[in-house]
């Protein structure tokens, strides 16, 4: 969908224990470890949300 528009990506935090889940669960926000959040399978099996940063491009 970014390929298609004027946006780019500036910054994407994937976590682990997503920061809703404080408020719901009780449970305190965790970010995915950068090793994990590099290897798709993995991320795909242990990230319950990622958070993204757009800029609009030129």
């Not at 290897?39 to 319950?48: A, E």
């Amino acid at each position: 969908m970014l390929k298609t528009t004027v946006l780019h990506i500036t910054n994407r935090q994937l976590w682990l224990i997503n920061p809703h889940y404080q408020v719901k669960f009780g449970l305190s926000p965790r970010k995915l470890n950068k090793v994990i959040a590099y290897i798709p399978i993995l991320r795909n099996f242990f990230s319950t949300s990622c958070f993204y940063i757009l800029k609009k491009g030129t």
